[in-house]
């Protein structure tokens, strides 16, 4: 979906290429004097992993109660983040991180992390012991998602060495002999960090397409989440465990060609996808919360009606999914509110457009029974980044909040779990078709969808609004 980057960990690799043949010569020189090929692809991986992955890593977080399936609104840790960096600028990022802590998500394979099992019972931790180090120092709650897969297990050479990290072998999945292999890799994860007790078993389907009946085989990946699941629970009875983690694309009104219920004024849903669900609904062996991801706008990049009014879609794949899941909570591990371009750039808005249509995005998850959203931050080492929620702690100067990561932050200290909405809130009739709103007992959030000023008048108070401006109120 043009949407995924990922730390292949290939910097250190780009890095090494840049110093020159005679330097790469003498390592290749060292490495064979050291590391003899095992006959499997697995040479040098001896100097390089550990048979130990199971072993606690770090001081695991004493949990003060048993986890809870509901964690509110957070963030998902991409290619870069703020575990490398300049020391003021890292300072300043876990000091922003941690003044309001919010549930982290981290991949185990790419997305900022190594190849985590290069060779079978061979085990690199590094990057995602790092990732996992952070989120402890700043408070937030761990989210591991089970994604992606080593080569071994889907065709590829095995060795710390052989990593594919194109973007065609990271997004496929592992093949049906290796289920119980990443099965047992998952429960290695479990055991390395015993404080992390939420789990997503694997990303948006990836690698499970069956292109010769043209739907997803969601046969295939719930075998998959089912060993997954026993696994985890094996290892940790509390231990919560979720899924699909489904793309929910929709179509634009006038093309039927996958067409579903489904629907509104924003298009419909692709009516695989909903089967999928329905297949993994009915024949998964548990869950502890369910999984979706998806975006306001259509598969062709088309906001219907407009920005703002996409996002009812949002509410409705919620409501949907609450009606099947038997009581299971809701997450979204990913929305996205802004179409990117051919690269997956989407600086294309200002800043308070951007903030404004993310809050209305969040409002339209929770409105539609969501307890749990996870921003996909587009973190980059630039000094422009749109979208991001800190600046880059590759500057001096990085580290501090920006737009986005005010928002996410408020919303989740006003919206936690457990809230109950108030549908009650008066907007003046002249300000109901350009403004929007959201409330509990204490607080409103208004936001106004038009690029000018505006005077509303919202829950008996009148104000002038800036254009595209977020407005908190107390009650």
């Not at 840049?18 to 490495?31: H, P, S």
């Not at 080593?150 to 060795?159: I, T």
């Not at 592992?174 to 047992?184: G, I, L, R, V």
């Not at 499970?208 to 696994?231: P, Q």
């Amino acid at each position: 979906m043009r949407r995924h980057g990922w730390d292949s960990g290939a910097r250190r690799w780009r890095l090494l290429a840049l110093t020159g043949v005679g330097v790469v010569l003498i390592a290749l020189v060292l490495t064979m004097c050291t590391a003899l090929p095992d006959g499997d692809g697995r040479s040098g991986d001896a100097g390089t992993t550990t048979t130990d992955g199971g072993k606690v890593h770090g001081t695991p977080v004493e949990p003060s109660a048993a986890p809870e399936p509901e964690l509110g609104w957070g963030f998902t840790h991409t290619q870069y983040s703020a575990d490398e960096g300049a020391g003021a600028a890292l300072r300043r990022a876990e000091d922003t991180l941690s003044a309001t802590p919010l549930p982290q998500i981290q991949h185990i394979m790419g997305w900022g992390a190594e190849n985590p099992e290069p060779s079978p019972g061979r085990y690199r931790f590094d990057e995602l012991d790092s990732r996992v180090d952070l989120i402890r120092r700043t408070g937030g709650t761990p989210v591991i998602t089970l994604c992606c897969a080593p080569d071994w297990m889907k065709g590829g050479r095995a060795g710390a060495g052989n990593t594919d990290w194109s973007r065609r072998s990271l997004e496929t999945a592992p093949s049906p002999e290796h289920y119980e292999d990443f099965a047992k890799l998952a429960g290695t994860v479990a055991r390395r960090y015993p404080d992390v007790r939420h789990f997503i078993v694997w990303n948006e389907f990836k690698g499970f397409f069956d292109d010769g009946r043209k739907r997803w085989n969601h046969e295939g990946y719930t075998e998959l989440y089912n060993l997954v699941y026993a696994e985890l629970k094996k290892v940790d009875k509390e231990n919560l465990v979720g899924g699909p983690y489904l793309v929910m694309d929709s179509y634009e009104p006038r093309d039927t060609t996958y067409a579903s219920a489904l629907e509104g004024p924003w298009g419909s849903i692709d009516q695989r996808a909903l089967d999928a669900y329905t297949y993994w609904n009915e024949n998964k062996k548990g869950a502890d919360f369910v999984v979706v991801d998806g975006s306001s706008y259509t598969r062709d990049d088309e906001l219907l009606p407009d920005e703002f009014r996409a996002t009812d879609k949002l509410t409705a794949v919620s409501e949907w999914i609450r009606d099947r899941s038997g009581g299971l909570p809701v997450w979204w591990a990913e929305y996205y509110v802004e179409p990117g371009d051919d690269d997956d750039d989407r600086d294309g808005w200002s800043e308070p457009h951007r903030v404004a249509v993310h809050a209305s995005g969040l409002m339209a998850i929770a409105r539609g029974g969501a307890s749990t959203a996870f921003y996909w931050n587009p973190q980059n080492r630039g000094a422009k980044c749109a979208g991001c929620l800190w600046r880059s702690t590759r500057l001096e100067d990085g580290g501090g909040a920006l737009p986005m990561m005010k928002l996410l932050s408020r919303f989740a200290q006003e919206f936690p779990p457990g809230t109950r909405y108030d549908g009650s809130v008066r907007v003046a009739a002249t300000d109901v078709s350009h403004v929007r709103v959201l409330a509990d007992d204490e607080t409103v959030l208004v936001v106004n969808t038009l690029d000018r000023p505006v005077e509303a008048k919202v829950d008996g108070k009148s104000f002038g609004m800036r254009g595209h401006e977020v407005r908190w109120l107390a009650r």
